[in-house]
């Protein structure tokens, strides 16, 4: 049978109307068969929410994946061309000359001969009907595209403004797959880490509420709660952050179950975790860890091209460099003459270990995602509040203590 989305009806001319006003509003969600709200999994780990067998995130995909859907009429195409921001308005119409009647003719085409797909084979059946029809577009983009606006794939909702759509993920290729986030700031958005990581030094440079933000991140981590998003103090800046860091996290952390947990093998969740909290340190003293000596940098530094040609990029790149800062930061607690900063750090030791080199960032990540939590996913709730609380303080220790930290560094050598 095949499962047919239930599918979005144009907008009223009055509800236009609202969201035009509405300057910050969030665009409606393309309804999908594969739905899952974040808040109906609270109090289980992020980890659970992703392999729960009932209605976890990787059944959806995995279901999604083979499920066969219709085409999209043009309507709903064009409505999809509304619901993504204008990187990926552009990056469809690209495809067709940036010609609306050529892509509404190519549209019909798809629904009249080709009627079906699945997320598996769209891009091959796009492929055909672009070879058909003489147009030189590019097919894989299009079928992540026209998946999503025909109601495929996975829409994961965070709340009433913020929500995800997921498509084309398959074990076991890692690379496969894209996620796009919608936030009252911004429209459904396949969020490079390099736009991520831009986002996160704007908000570490002006006087947000940190600890609010890294909070939340934990809490979602260890609890699936995302129930800072009802809080008025929360503002719009901290929610398009935390909505594009789920989005990001949610693809990494599939890629990683791919592999198991391992933690040398696309660990990239991890990565772009870790440099999250540092990132708050790295803003405010300036400094990164690049080719072993700590230097003036922007955080961008965190994502890097492979200096071997081999096209690899991502948070991996600086992994050690990073890692190293990390260790240092932790030890500069750990060792520390004051017994009370000694303690802000063996809280951490004492809840999730403590590494060789030291590195407690490291050591929280892989408490997290092992493969002991695959067997045991609720070891991570046992100690959610604890962890919460003391990975926060030791942030904000961070935050207060940069100056004496990077000092110190200096005396080391």
Known sequence: MIAIAHRLKHLSVFSALF????????PAAIQSEHYI???DHTGQSFLQTMIDQDNG???N???DYKAEYEFPTWSEVDYALSNFDNKNHRRVLRSFGNDKKLMKDFTESLLAEMKTFTPENISDKIGKMLSKMKIRGDKYALGQFYGIAAGAGTLVRIDEDNYYYNIGYFSPEV???RSYGATSHHKANDASHLMYLGELEKFLKYPNDYRQFYTAILEFLTDTDVSVYADPSFNEYGEALLTDYITVYTAELRRHLMRKLSPYSAPWGNDMTEATFLSLFNVKSGLMMLDGELKEASIKNHWALSPTGSGRSGFGIN????RRLQAMISNYFRYHKDE???EIVKKIDRLVGKRRDGDAYRALMQYFNNEINLLNPFRVESIENE?????VDFLMAVNDETDEIVESFSEDH
């Open 19 to 26: 969201i035009a006003l509405a300057s910050w509003a969030t």
């Open 37 to 39: 709200d974040l808040r």
């Open 57 to 59: 995130i990787v059944v």
């Open 61 to 63: 995909f995995d279901e």
């Open 175 to 177: 690379r496969s797959g």
């Open 319 to 322: 992994r050690k460099d990073r």
């Open 340 to 342: 009370a900063k000694r």
């Open 387 to 391: 962890i919460v609380t003391a990975f």
